[in-house]
């Protein structure tokens, strides 16, 4: 038993057997390599260089503020009790 179906034998292929002619066009020139970087790593480095000017100047932000108040801490018990009398309503 064969592995191909049967075809009648007038039937042709929808798809060409063979390649038709065709001219080649003639080969392209070469590219020439431009000197110097390429724009892709000029643009990395103004990426770089900015995100470095950005993270300088929050350091030296940071750096620099003075604390204006400090922060508020909890108070404390005096040490001779728990605290406030509770008996006296008078103080407040």
Not at 31 to 44: D, H, N, R
Not at 51 to 72: C, E, F, N, Q, Y
């Amino acid at each position: 038993m064969s592995h191909e179906p049967p075809v009648p034998p007038d039937n042709q292929s929808p798809y060409p057997i063979a390649e038709p002619p065709h001219e080649h066009p003639a080969p392209l020139p070469p590219v020439t390599q431009k000197e110097g970087p390429s724009k892709a790593l000029l643009i990395g480095g103004a990426i770089a260089a900015v995100g470095t000017a950005a993270l300088a100047g929050l350091a030296a932000v940071l750096l620099r503020r003075k604390p204006s108040d400090p922060r508020p801490t909890a108070r404390k018990a005096p040490a001779g009790g728990r605290g406030r009398s509770r008996t006296r309503r008078g103080d407040a």
